[in-house]
């Protein structure tokens, strides 16, 4: 049975299959802002992002995924904490079972209902894969849902959810601005860790936003119409697909603000 996020699969059973989940550079983390440290070395994010590169929305059985061209330096990342250049492969999200918690990363505690992953590949490496085991090959945008008035961005992905109920459906999707989904203010928290999904490789960049976006209550409902699995299979609800935080390790936390 593959990995997944119910009792007999999920995070505590990881380590099992990949024991890098006991690993020094593991995530998500819980965030503590008081002991982050103000690095003003750290550059704005500079995101810069082709809607053309967008291709399609996935099902994968684990989360709903917007996959783009990466072919070229179109949709990429710069700056920020990272050196060099780093092109957006896809972006997908975590979700809860009810509003009260569905975040990976917490603050100071605190879940939000969901949150949202920007991959993105460092281009010193020849490819996605090739980049994804490797110590600086991946950075990671990560920006919180919390509930509040309809998020119009957000409905065009809603939208497709209808045709992707189940895992393995796939649809095209063309046009899609990644960032319409970014909060105003780009001040985050950066730290070393590695992918929330197996296989969990300590290959990411994170950088993580402190201004959350909105969703309805309603929008967050969408989410859960979900499914993990296939078509045809007794319907399972795609819920709380999200990895508690793990131990800090000694590692620091930085913050591009005050
Ligand atoms: N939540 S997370 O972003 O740390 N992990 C997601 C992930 C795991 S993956 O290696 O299957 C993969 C392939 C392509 C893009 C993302 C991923
Ligand atoms: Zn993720």
């Not at 920020?80 to 999200?93: A, D, E, N, T, V």
């Not at 992707?164 to 985050?188: E, H, M, R, V, W």
């Amino acid at each position: 049975m593959s990995w997944g996020y119910k009792p007999n699969n999920g995070p505590q059973k990881w380590v099992e299959n990949f024991p890098i989940a006991d690993g020094v550079r593991q995530s998500p983390i819980d965030i503590v802002p008081g002991q982050a440290s103000y690095d003003a070395g750290l550059k704005p994010l500079n995101l810069k992002y082709d809607p053309s590169t967008c291709l399609d929305i996935l099902n994968n059985g684990h989360s709903v995924q917007v996959t783009f061209a990466d072919d070229t330096d179109s949709s990429r990342l710069t700056d920020g904490p990272i050196s060099g250049l780093y092109r957006l492969k896809q972006f997908h999200f975590h979700w809860g079972a009810s509003d009260d918690k569905g975040s990976e990363h917490t603050v100071a505690g605190t879940k939000y209902p969901a949150e949202l992953h920007l991959v993105h590949w460092n281009t010193k490496y020849a490819s996605f894969s090739e980049a994804a085991s490797k110590p600086d090959g991946l950075a990671v945008v990560g920006v919180f849902l919390k509930i509040g008035g309809e998020n119009p961005n957000l409905q065009k992905l809603l939208k497709a959810f209808d045709t992707i109920k189940s895992k393995g459906k796939q649809t095209s999707f063309a046009n899609f601005d990644p960032s319409t989904l970014l909060p105003g203010c780009l001040d985050y928290w950066t730290y070393d860790g590695s992918l929330t999904t197996p296989p969990l490789y300590e290959s990411v960049t994170w950088i993580v936003c402190k201004e959350p976006i909105t969703a309805s209550s309603a929008q967050m409902a969408k989410f859960r119409t979900l499914l993990f699995s296939a078509d045809g299979a007794a319907p399972d609800c795609m819920v709380n697909n999200y990895r508690p935080p793990q131990p800090l390790k000694g590692r620091a936390v930085r913050a591009s603000f005050k």
